[in-house]
């Protein structure tokens, strides 16, 4: 060994060491210094434990790194200080945050590290919104922001399937409004972490749980989170939640317990509202809708058939009236028809007889002299025949001295009937005589 | 789950849609009308039970996950 060395008279215990070490280091940094850098292997144990990291340019290659530690007065703090702001932040893995630290060196096991005094909730925000900002846009590339939103929430979305922590207020709050709203919910409850480092793997664990159910199982899967601190929230500014649920072959509800903020999670989901209560409220709602629109359909059908019905009626009705008054009509006319029909034919009739009743008695008038002219006639035409006959009588010609001669019983008309020897009978009006002829003359 | 006669809401409702158009239409001949009113109280029947007559029924599964000790 060099002989200078051997005149340094102090020989240091560890302790001494550590404690001189750490002496001179603060007397290099006076102040506290700012320091960024990415979170990693975060541990909260009441304080927390993490790594301060430098990565290289390309993102992924860690350059330098610090043992850090926040103790949990200084959280509280700076909790505090961001929900003030109302801003969701929680320290967790990946991202990038501006800490002003003490740089020390823990004399016991004499590890240099650095000691969280603030964080800067600029630098952290505008880093965390740019990281979030850069997911956001890889998500929305692929496509990943509409995808669950396409899925419609069933009319009746009685089954359900809740992502939470078991027995929490968020449970609690999320069931009993279901409870009061009366309808018969059936929920399927996967007891996850909402908060804290294994956020993520808890939640998609449930979520591909639920989305494995077969379609027509399961209309709803509901993440669900209560009150609790708004810096947990940002335990759901997850790509891997977010592409969780994105792929969720169900639609999914997140009701987070925030007011404001929208996380990640949130973007991908079908629809967010803001707390658990409230996502049973839309659920219970919804059902009713579809309950009173059953009823007002009820309602319509009956009233719609009440309508029909007594249109039928009035219909029926309308058509006997017409039908009545249409025959009564009918009848009317005909009767009406008949009546002038009647008086026609008498008047007729009347016309007719008068005119025959006149006719009649002429003709009887001329009958009259006709038959007294043809009366007269033969009377006269008889009396001349009595004359007649009464002057052609035999008996009457021979009283008037004219007599018949007879040969033979004959009565002779010729000269030439008697000729000269014949023997005749003579009539005369008052007896007969015989003679012979003598001799016969011709000529009258 | 039950995977039973699943109660298609919709179409239950698509159904009483058409009975009460053709009601309203006056499509409808009086024979036909109290049997499709008869479907119509039918269903509504069936949903409205579906939907009320089951309690709230809840079933939990845990899967356990590590976390924090301190984390709750």
């Not at chain 1, 790509?239 to 792929?247: H, M, P, Q, R, V």
């Not at chain 1, 025949?385 to 001669?405: A, F, H, M």
């Not at chain 2, 995977?3 to 409808?28: D, F, P, R, S, T």
């Not at chain 2, 029947?45 to 356990?64: A, F, G, M």
């Amino acid at each position: 060994m060099d002989s200078i060395f051997e005149n340094i008279p102090k020989v240091f215990t560890v302790l001494e060491l550590n404690t001189a070490a750490c002496a001179v280091l603060k007397r290099g940094f006076p102040m506290p210094v700012w320091v960024a850098g990415e979170v990693q292997r975060v541990s909260d144990k009441g304080h927390i434990y993490f790594d301060l990291v430098q990565k290289g340019s390309g993102g992924t290659q860690v350059v330098a790194q610090v043992n850090a530690v926040m103790f949990a007065n200084i959280w509280a703090k700076v909790s505090n200080k961001f929900k003030e702001a109302g801003i969701a932040f929680a320290l967790k893995s990946d991202i990038e945050v501006k800490f002003l630290c003490e740089v020390d060196i823990w004399a016991k096991g004499g590890k240099y590290s650095i000691k969280i005094l603030d964080v800067d909730p600029a630098y952290t925000l505008g880093k965390v919104a740019l990281a979030r900002a850069k997911i956001i846009e890889e998500l929305r590339k692929a496509g990943l922001l509409e995808k669950n939103k396409r899925l419609d929430i069933a009319a009746v979305p009685l089954r359900l399937g809740l992502v939470t922590s078991y027995n929490s207020a968020a449970y609690h709050d999320f069931i009993n409004e279901l409870a009061i709203s009366g309808f018969g919910f059936s929920v399927e409850v996967y007891d996850s972490l909402m908060q804290g480092e294994n956020t993520q793997n808890s939640v998609t664990a449930a979520l591909n749980h639920f989305s494995g159910f077969a379609p027509g199982e399961l209309d709803v899967i509901v993440v669900a989170r209560g009150g609790g601190s708004k810096a947990d929230l940002g335990w759901f500014d997850n790509k891997k939640i977010a592409e969780t649920i994105a792929n969720c072959s169900f639609p999914v509800i997140t009701a987070l317990g925030h007011q404001i903020d929208t996380t990640i999670a949130d973007l991908a989901a079908n629809l967010t509202v803001k707390t658990p209560t409230a996502a049973a409220q839309y659920l219970a709602a919804r059902v009713k809708a579809f309950m009173d629109d059953l009823v007002q359909r009820e309602t319509d059908i009956l009233r719609s058939c009440a309508e029909a019905l007594s249109g039928g009626r009035v219909s029926l009705q309308n058509i006997s009236l017409r039908l009545e008054s249409d025959v009564s009509g009918y009848f009317r006319l005909h009767r009406e028809r008949l009546l002038a029909a009647r008086h026609t034919v008498a008047a007729r009739a009347e016309r007719v007889f008068s005119r025959d009743q006149q006719f009649l008695t002429a003709a009887a008038v001329s009958l009259e002299g006709t038959l007294n002219k043809i009366f007269k006639n033969q009377r006269q035409r008889v009396q001349y025949s009595e004359g007649l006959i009464q002057s052609l009588d035999p008996v009457n010609v021979l009283k008037r001295g004219y007599s018949v001669t007879f040969k033979d019983g004959k009565a002779v008309k010729t000269i030439s009937d008697v000729p000269a020897g014949t023997t005749i009978t003579t009539m005369l009006v008052d007896g007969t005589f015989v003679s012979d002829v003598k001799e016969t003359s011709p000529g009258g | 789950m039950s995977v039973k006669k699943e109660i298609k809401y919709l179409q239950a409702m698509q159904e009483l849609n058409q009975i009460l158009e053709g009601l309203q239409a006056q499509e409808l001949d009086v024979d036909e009308l109290s049997v499709k009113v008869k479907r119509a109280v039918e269903l509504i029947k069936l949903c409205r039970e579906r939907i009320e007559k089951t309690e709230l029924e809840v079933k939990k599964i845990v899967k356990e996950f590590e976390e924090e000790p301190n984390d709750k």
